[in-house]
């Protein structure tokens, strides 16, 4: 199991317990200087060297298991995007999140609800193939572009300084951090005053919840499932559409498949898979914060320790998987490895308590999307673009996309 701790911690702690082992630290910053732009990597790399659990300092603040690891840390993001942690994902672990995850359960995340959604998806998807025919008579190139909906992810994860050390706060505002935040903030709180929040409240006043919400509750839990529910599922899409690129013959096999078992049976399950072992749309789960000072893995995690599981590391962690690197998609024929949170090699998204509950509308939306685009149309890199030229560098923040937007040349695969 591979585990990083990033800890807020008094000196006088430090000398009494049995932590972690860390990289040497420096003066006032303790970490900060080892870790890059792509933190997954940068903890994958440090953990190679020191272990699969490593305590990493950076900062320092005055502020059975599954439980003392469910808390979520508190951040100045997660504080302006979603209105002081009143959404279900960042909500402390504690009545209030209880209370919105049994309600959700029931109102919008339950079998019968994503079945309930399928003639929206139905809708969508002819939507979205009549475009490409449209776009395929153009001969036009499809790409992915960077919405506002991706600048509010990468922000959530930048690291602020102020988060590190409080008495720098002013920092975050002289770079332009906190204003970028609030921003972008004002322009969803604006789209969910306008469009949406009327809609929930007659809800509430028709008793349609068991627990009466405030404007900025509701914002708040919206916010997160417009903006990380739908982009962990659009990531998971562009990921595996140039996987598949990448990969000719996998492309060609899952497309016999595909056609092979038409009409609403269409099914691209393994390929899910395949592609959220290699690009895990949120590499390192969400923040976890321990509520108590734990034993784990012979070490002291002290309570408040901000805990980071490098899902992606783990995914492709020589240890457990054979050419950890390669997208073989052979792989997870007659495999039994589930990847809803049993099997901690594969763990796309999370485990426990603050295990995603939105798992069947992220698959159902995916694999409608996908079989209905790999059923009707050949796809083809723009020229000058190679199957081995292609560019699969990562853009990270809360998920992590492809840096360079992904450009395709649809081509119908039934005559017009
Ligand atoms: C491919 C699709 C998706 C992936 C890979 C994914 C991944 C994740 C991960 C890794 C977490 C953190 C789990 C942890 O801390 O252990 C999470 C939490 C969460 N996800 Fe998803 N997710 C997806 C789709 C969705 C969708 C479609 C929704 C909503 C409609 C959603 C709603 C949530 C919520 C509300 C949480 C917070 C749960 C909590 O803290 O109690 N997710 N997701």
Redesign the pocket.
């Known amino acids: 199991m591979e585990l990083l701790n990033v800890a807020q911690l008094s000196t006088n702690l430090l000398k009494t317990l049995n932590l972690p082992p860390s990289p040497p630290k420096l003066p006032l910053i303790g970490n900060i200087h080892q870790v890059g732009k792509l933190l997954h990597h940068s903890l994958r790399d440090l953990s190679k060297k020191y272990g699969s659990l490593l305590l990493l300092q950076l900062g320092y603040n005055s502020n059975n298991h599954d439980i003392v690891f ?1 808390d ?1 840390s508190r951040t100045t993001a997660a504080n302006i995007f979603f209105y002081k942690c009143k ?5 402390p ?1 504690g009545e209030y ?1 209880r209370q ?2 049994k309600m ?1 359960i029931v109102q ?2 339950s079998r019968q609800s994503v079945q309930s959604f399928q003639f929206i998806r139905d809708e969508e998807v002819e939507l979205l193939i009549n475009k490409i025919r449209s776009d395929c008579l153009k001969e036009s190139l499809l790409s992915n572009r960077h919405s506002y909906r991706k600048r509010l992810l990468i922000l959530f994860t930048s690291l602020c300084v102020g988060d590190m050390f409080p008495y720098l706060r002013w920092v975050d505002v002289l770079t332009g951090l906190i204003p970028s935040m609030k921003t972008i903030s004002a322009e969803l709180d604006a789209f969910l005053d306008q469009d949406f929040l009327s809609i929930i409240m007659q809800l509430q006043k028709n008793g349609a919840f068991e627990m009466d919400l405030t404007q900025e509750n509701i914002k708040a ?1 919206w916010t ?2 417009f903006v ?3 982009d ?2 659009t ?2 899409k562009v990921w595996m559409m140039a996987e598949l690129l990448k990969h000719p013959n996998a492309m060609k096999k899952v497309q016999e498949e595909v056609r092979n078992v038409v009409g609403n049976k269409l099914k691209v399950d393994a390929e ?1 898979v395949k592609t ?1 072992r290699l690009h ?3 590499p390192l ?4 914060q321990t509520s108590a000072s734990v034993k784990f893995g012979g070490y002291d995690i002290p309570s408040n320790t901000t805990v980071l ?1 490098n ?1 992606w590391a783990i995914q492709r962690d020589p240890k457990w998987w054979e050419n950890p690197e390669e997208f073989i998609p052979e792989r997870f024929e007659n495999s039994s490895i589930d990847f809803k ?1 049993q099997d901690f090699q594969l ?13 069947a ?3 159902a ?2 694999e409608f999307v996908m079989a209905n685009l790999l059923y009707w149309f050949d796809w083809k890199l723009p020229a000058g673009e190679t199957a081995e030229n292609m560019d699969m560098a990562e853009l990270y923040g809360l ?1 992590v996309t492809k840096k360079t937007p992904l450009h395709v040349l649809p081509i119908s695969h039934f005559s017009l």
């Open positions: 469910s979520r959404d279900m994902a960042c909500a672990y999140w919105v995850k959700s919008l995340f839990y997160y499932m990380a529910g739908i962990s599922s990531t998971t899910d959220l895990p749309a949120g789960l969400l923040p976890r599981i899902a949170g763990n796309p998204f999370g485990f426990g308590r603050r295990r995603c509950p939105g798992i509308f992220g698959v939306s995916i998920t």
